[in-house]
């Protein structure tokens, strides 16, 4: 599929999709005859990992970092124990994230709560 159609599948911009493509995070597949860009599912799922770093705030070096492990486990001929390692701090981080967000989220909805709680006592 063309780049529209792939930021249309994975709620991204034509932008970002090309942003990516820049920092080297994820490559089309392939290109027509005429240079455009064609996506595939499995790049539209580097993508979608891509989507879901971004809010706990990996950077575009831990994103790259976390998709070159994801592809090497792949290959049987990598240090699977060394991978799998790396795979398990992506994984402690992302739940330390997480939490703080969570945290954060917590604070916001009793900060809400007060406000509201500031309209009904003067008749807001």
Known sequence: MQIGEAADRVGLSIRTLRHYEEAGLVRPSARSEGG????????????????????LGFTLDEMRDLLTTLDTLSDPAGDRAALLERLAAFHSTAQTRVQQLRDQLELAEDFAGQVAEQMRRHGG
């Open 36 to 55: 455009f860009r064609l996506y595939t599912e499995p790049d539209l799922d580097r993508l979608r990992v891509i989507k879901r770093m971004k809010p």
